[in-house]
């Protein structure tokens, strides 16, 4: 897999957008970028994921840049419940069947 | 469908025991995962498989194994357990399409004293 660097923490006000970053540098042409969060000691939420171009969900935004070594998840309204780890890994393609997390983003939303 | 269930949800063991954590999914995924996750840490990949019969180590395989007799159960077994061991065991799955999505069990809590 890819590695991914995300930085370690992030805070956001409640109701403004959360724009969480995601380097990928080394990212091949067939992997995904996948999303993911953990609220607690809860199992990890899917949250999003793309290949090349920008998608939206009910959840969050996606953006990848153009030359896909970087990302960003967009929490447009973010809310207290949001406060979370937030995951960016990349796996897919060929034989690259390992799926690996890094430390991850705790976003902490403030009232 | 019930997705990934994981049992027990909490363990207590003694050093020098063992025991094994049962994962079952009923989306009929063929790649199935064990992860890892000791307090204020993210999560480590123990073992991984691609199909009924086929396993692999992933990044911290010591002191565990794992079979994969059927498609939907991937057991993780702990032989002669460490406090090291003391951790959430996290079970996930998901298709085989590169853009699938993981599917996470509850987690199963494990206290090794």
């Known amino acids: 897999d890819a590695k991914t660097t995300q930085p370690p923490s992030m805070d956001c006000a409640e109701g403004r957008a959360a724009n969480l970053p995601c380097n990928h540098s080394?990212?091949?042409?067939?992997?995904?970028v996948y999303w993911y969060r953990q609220i607690h000691s809860q199992g990890p939420q899917y949250i999003i994921h793309?290949?090349?171009n920008n998608e939206t969900n009910e959840m969050a935004s996606l953006i990848i840049t153009e030359d896909r070594k970087s990302s960003t998840l967009i929490l447009p309204h973010a809310t207290l419940r949001d406060t979370a780890v937030y995951y960016c890994?990349?796996?897919?393609?060929?034989?690259?069947?390992?799926?690996?997390f890094g430390k991850g983003t705790l976003l902490t939303v403030n009232p | 469908n019930a997705g990934v269930t994981q049992t027990p949800k909490f363990r207590i063991l003694k050093i020098g025991q063992s025991m094994t954590l049962q994962c079952t999914q009923d989306?009929?995924?063929?790649?199935m995962y064990w992860y890892r996750q000791d307090p204020g840490m993210g999560l480590k990949l123990i073992y991984y498989?691609?199909?009924?019969?086929?396993?692999d180590k992933g990044e911290v395989p010591n002191g565990y194994n794992v079979s994969r007799s059927t498609t939907e159960d991937f057991p993780l077994r702990l032989e002669l357990a460490a406090p090291s061991q003391t951790s959430v065991y996290f079970c996930?799955?998901?298709?085989?399409?590169?853009?699938?999505?993981?599917?996470f069990g509850e987690g199963s809590r494990l206290t090794v004293l």
């Open positions: 996930a799955s998901r298709t085989g399409a590169p853009s699938g999505e993981l599917f």
């Open positions: 080394t990212i091949s042409g067939n992997e995904y």
């Open positions: 793309g290949l090349k």
């Open positions: 890994i990349v796996s897919g393609g060929g034989s690259n069947y390992k799926l690996t």
């Open positions: 989306m009929n995924h063929n790649y």
């Open positions: 498989s691609v199909g009924a019969g086929i396993t």
